[in-house]
């Protein structure tokens, strides 16, 4: 079944101590996307990746990092994570060519105390 | 930079009534322009699409419009059931960027 997986799906973790979200997909996407989804703001671009090895910022990026060392992985990490980055995290994946569906993640919600 | 607006934020209907959502963007570079539903604890799925070069397009009960002069576009959901009910993003993407930008969302409560 082509999807995207995304692990965990809940966490609950204090303030500065290092996790990592992965997220996987098996439909030969070249590009992947991390979002947050909060209230009142919709979904929010954390970091992008348009191939293996090609990431790039989107518009929220402060207090994350992904890497691309794999076509169907994407982790997401957060070094020291803190409070305010607590919220519910989309992967998201799409071949490149504009005009495309994109397919998300079943999504983690992320508790920082 | 660019952005997606949508209205209204929360919208309620009786079943069986119509629903509107509206967006505008800002690039008039856009040329792909998807409607995602996500239910209650879910992911945001695909509805609907309508490309640039193309007015307006309909399947079933929901149909997405498109007015590239004024850079807007909306869905309508005709003969609204609950379970239509859930949260509807849109979103516009300009396929040189390949960059998809999503509104803010809307809270659709469809009452039986």
């Known amino acids: 079944e082509a999807q995207v997986t995304q692990n965990p799906r809940y966490l609950i973790t204090v303030t500065g101590k290092k996790l990592t979200v992965t997220c996987s997909q098996n439909m030969n996407h070249e590009y992947m996307s991390w979002y947050r989804q909060d209230p009142g703001l919709g979904l929010r671009q954390i970091y992008y990746s348009m191939n293996v090895e090609v990431t790039d910022k989107g518009d929220v990026p402060e207090g994350y990092k992904v890497s691309r060392k794999e076509k169907r992985n994407f982790p997401l990490i957060l070094e020291s994570p803190s409070p305010n980055q607590t919220s519910l995290y989309f992967c998201?994946?799409?071949?490149?060519?504009?005009?495309?569906?994109?397919?998300f993640g079943p999504g983690t919600r992320l508790t920082v105390l | 930079g660019e952005n997606v607006e949508q209205h209204p934020s929360t919208l309620s209907v009786q079943e069986g009534d119509s629903a509107v959502i509206k967006c505008t963007y800002s690039d008039s570079a856009s040329n792909y322009f998807p409607w995602y539903k996500q239910e209650l604890g879910k992911r945001p799925q695909l509805i609907i699409d309508i490309r640039s070069n193309v007015g307006e397009k309909k399947d079933q009960r929901i149909a997405v419009t498109l007015n590239k002069t004024a850079k807007h576009f909306s869905l309508h959901i005709t003969e609204t059931q609950p379970e239509d009910s859930a949260v509807y993003f849109c979103?516009?993407?300009?396929?040189?960027?390949?960059?998809?930008?999503f509104g803010q969302g809307t809270t659709l409560q469809v009452k039986p």
């Open positions: 979103a516009a993407s300009n396929s040189n960027t390949g960059k998809l930008i």
């Open positions: 998201a994946s799409r071949f490149l060519a504009g005009g495309v569906e994109q397919f």
